[in-house]
């Protein structure tokens, strides 16, 4: 049984689930999302300056992200204003300084990931803090208990299953349009457990198409994005799902 904190940890990581295809590590068989990247970055960090003071900055860095995060969503939902004015802009700081670490581990085509974890990133939290923070309101709203049990007690697995098609760290650099074809299955997977969970609660479902409408917008114009989201994601997800341990 959760105790009341972890039962917002653990609501507060279903937000990250449905729209940016996280999942516990209670479900997932082999290495967390965050070791996995961790582990990648190390290699393409050391291959890039080889040294591994680069990915130790890196690294430190994300630490510290995770523990701004942790507190900046204890505010959510009850102190939602609290978070978006002033905790999102920390947030979105940190984001900077690892971006700013990321870009000496990328070879001259992978640049363009560096700066985009700026962009990304602020798009999630303009979502979640968007006319006042509605958003967040409807997620945590009262008549969104059901659906949340639902994806918590048997919906988790299929939430994994989302978060696997789009996290997979590779040698090779995915080309723009591989990227952003990935993030839209992520959609339509997500929309999928909602049908399957949640069947006749729309709200979810709503939230979840706006979700992807903020995230994709790098998408439209310069379809790169989903390797950034996937740092900024698997950096999210290790507080989360150790938690819930």
């Given at each position: 049984m959760?105790?009341?904190?972890?039962?917002?940890?653990?609501t507060t990581t279903l937000v990250l689930s449905l729209f940016i295809a996280l999942t516990s590590a209670q479900n997932a068989p082999t290495a967390s999302p965050f070791d996995k990247l961790a582990e990648h970055f190390f290699f393409k960090c050391q291959n890039r300056t080889k040294t591994t003071v680069a990915f130790d900055k890196l690294y430190a860095d994300s630490v510290?992200?995770?523990?701004?995060?942790?507190?900046?969503?204890?505010f959510?939902?009850?102190?939602?204003?609290?978070?978006?004015?002033?905790?999102k802009r920390q947030l979105e700081n940190r984001l900077v300084e690892i971006s700013n670490d990321l870009k000496?581990?990328?070879a001259p085509q992978e640049q363009y990931l560096a700066n985009f974890i700026r962009e990304s990133s602020?798009?999630?939290?303009?979502?979640?803090?968007?006319k006042n923070g509605e958003n967040i309101d409807e997620f945590f709203h009262p008549r969104s208990a059901a659906c949340r049990s639902a994806l918590e007690t048997d919906g988790s697995t299929e939430i994994?299953?989302?978060?696997?098609r789009i996290f997979k760290p590779a040698s090779g650099t995915p080309s723009k349009k591989e990227l952003c074809e990935d993030l839209t299955t992520a959609k339509k997977c997500f929309?999928?457990?909602?049908n399957q969970r949640c069947p006749t609660y729309t709200a979810?479902?709503?939230l979840n198409e706006d979700f992807f409408k903020y995230v994709s917008k790098p998408c439209s114009g310069c379809t790169f994005f989903l390797n950034t989201l996937m740092l900024v994601a698997s950096v999210m997800v290790s507080y989360f799902s150790k938690k819930l341990l």
């Open positions: 959760l105790t009341s904190v972890e039962n917002i940890v653990f510290e992200f995770k523990t701004d995060l942790q507190y900046a969503f204890s959510i939902p009850t102190k939602k204003s609290t978070f978006c004015d002033s905790q000496p581990c990328l602020k798009e999630f939290l303009h979502f979640l803090c968007h994994g299953v989302c978060f696997s929309a999928e457990v909602l979810y479902k709503i």
